[in-house]
């Protein structure tokens, strides 16, 4: 068991988005059971507030929001902002002041997209690499570059404050090799921490099989709702669409929160998802579940499948339904995945070493 230290949480914990929500959740919550001073650092900016909000009420943009849905989408933005308040927080300081987040003896950068580029409010900004933070030791977990790809590299600038981590872990492939490219050094592989700690969310929620497929996601193919719909038809199971709307879905729980979507999933008999927590939230429950990997999440998606040697439950356009419905079908465990404990073990070692 590592030192008692007082450790700072860095992360995207006030996205309106249920994966951002659960994996900040899960690691502060985890490094408290194991004796840990942690919390959240309550980053706080007026208009990045603002940001949020105006992609939960927008989520299909250029495709506005109907006038109907906009009141659930309202829902389901204040059961976040009432969920978020109850989370262990520092007191608020600006995004631009990091020096004003106050000391601590470590601070964990991760897990989310902290360091991706692309983000179209959080990128680049010079805190989730470091910056101004007042801490001897800077740690990362399951830190990710989002879809900012191997390929573009890191500037010189990047690569520097990067290289003042004490230890550097990722979650997907692509953020190893960016990392080991730039900083010249070994990034560890690690769960993300609904994966890594599913006891802060498992623990909560009876899983039971219900008589509906959960429908995670946004801008589905039209071919893969079209399947998706007859499949549906065919076996009988209702299609519900939580925190978004389908119009192909039966039907559309978009006002939930995110405790409304972990107990969603634990009682749904399948998952449908192009969402990257999607397919960490039914590998948590153990369910059935398929993925149609978006151009956004082209990369985090088919990593994590790879990491757990899962990738035959991403599909595409030639997946035959026979297959398709054998995917959805097939009844398993919360372990499935043979590597699953394997990597659970390393992840939980390289937390320890790093806070030891």
């Not at 193919?221 to 192909?248: C, E, H, Q």
Request: proline residues 5%.
């Amino acid at each position: 068991m590592p030192t008692r230290t007082k450790v700072g949480v860095l992360t995207f914990h006030k996205c309106i988005n249920y994966g951002s929500y659960w994996q900040a959740r899960c690691l502060v919550e985890a490094l408290r059971a194991r004796g840990h001073d942690a919390e959240l650092l309550d980053h706080d900016c007026r208009n990045i507030r603002q940001a949020e909000v105006r992609c939960a009420l927008q989520p299909k943009l250029p495709q506005r929001t109907p006038r109907l849905e906009l009141r659930a989408y309202g829902a389901k933005v204040r059961r976040f902002i009432e969920s978020i308040s109850r989370l262990p927080m520092s007191r608020p300081f600006s995004l631009y002041e990091p020096e004003a987040a106050g000391n601590y003896d470590a601070i964990v950068v991760g897990s989310d997209e902290v360091w991706n580029f692309r983000h179209p409010w959080y990128g680049s900004k010079p805190i989730f690499f470091g910056e101004g933070l007042r801490s001897d030791r800077l740690i990362s977990y399951a830190a990710s570059f989002g879809n900012h790809g191997a390929w573009d590299g890191i500037s010189d600038d990047w690569a520097r404050k990067l290289s003042r981590f004490s230890a550097i872990s990722v979650r997907d492939e692509n953020s190893r090799q960016l990392v080991e490219h730039a900083v010249v050094r070994d990034a560890a592989m690690v769960l993300d921490p609904c994966l890594q700690f599913p006891e802060a969310v498992t623990s909560r929620f009876s899983t039971g099989v219900g008589d509906y497929a959960l429908v995670y996601g946004t801008l589905f193919p039209d071919w893969f709702a079209r399947k998706m719909r007859r499949w549906a038809d065919t076996t009988g199971v209702r299609l519900v669409s939580i925190g978004y709307s389908n119009g192909w879905a039966d039907e559309q729980r978009i006002g939930c929160g995110p405790i409304e979507f972990a107990r969603t999933v634990a009682g749904a008999r399948s998952v449908i998802t192009n969402y990257f927590h999607g397919c960490v939230f039914a590998l948590m429950f153990g369910k059935p579940w398929i993925a149609v990997p978006s151009d956004y999440r082209a990369i985090k998606i088919p990593d994590l499948a790879a990491l757990l040697g899962v990738e035959h439950r991403l599909v595409d356009e030639q997946t035959p339904a026979v297959d398709l419905a054998d995917l959805l079908g097939a009844s398993i465990g919360p372990n499935f995945a043979p590597s699953l404990v394997e990597h659970r073990s390393r992840s939980e070692a390289y937390l320890n070493a790093a806070l030891s």
